[in-house]
Nanobody
Framework: QVQLVESGGGLVQAGGSLRLSCAAS????????MGWFRQAPGKEREFVAA????????YYVDSVKGRFTISRDNAKNTVYLQMNSLKREDTAVYYC????????????????WGQGTQVTVSS
């Protein structure tokens, strides 16, 4: 059984920063990619960022490029999302997810999901 547990969400002012963490347990993720998705009220869940576990290659949605950075700590089986220059439109529940597929930006490709952590950006 795979468990993904997110932490680090909260309330921050526009322009501020937060770092989300996702701790994975239950199996190793050396052959997986890990991703971050978000879902705002009334909207569909959308891809934010992903990192291939072995190569370290990263992928981002255009709206967060230059502001968000995804990284991983192999020894800790943990993935991070550093979010800088936050905007009100970044407000959402953020989910960590794991996949063995190469369609890193597709929600349907991810088999494992965390419970989500709320990020609220105020003006």
């Amino acid at each position: 059984q795979v468990q993904l547990v997110e932490s680090g969400g909260g309330l921050v002012q526009a322009g501020g920063s937060l770092r989300l963490s996702c701790a994975a347990s239950g199996r190793t993720f050396s052959s997986y990619a890990m991703g971050w998705f978000r879902q705002a009220p009334g909207k569909e869940r959308e891809f934010v960022a992903a990192i291939a576990w072995m190569s370290g290659n990263t992928y981002y949605v255009d709206s967060v490029k230059g502001r968000f950075t995804i990284s991983r700590d192999n020894a800790k089986n943990t993935v991070y999302l550093q979010m800088n220059s936050l905007k009100r439109e970044d407000t959402a529940v953020y989910y960590c997810a794991g996949t063995s597929r190469q369609q890193y930006t597709a929600t349907w490709a991810y088999a494992y999901w965390g419970q989500g952590t709320q990020v609220t950006v105020s003006s």
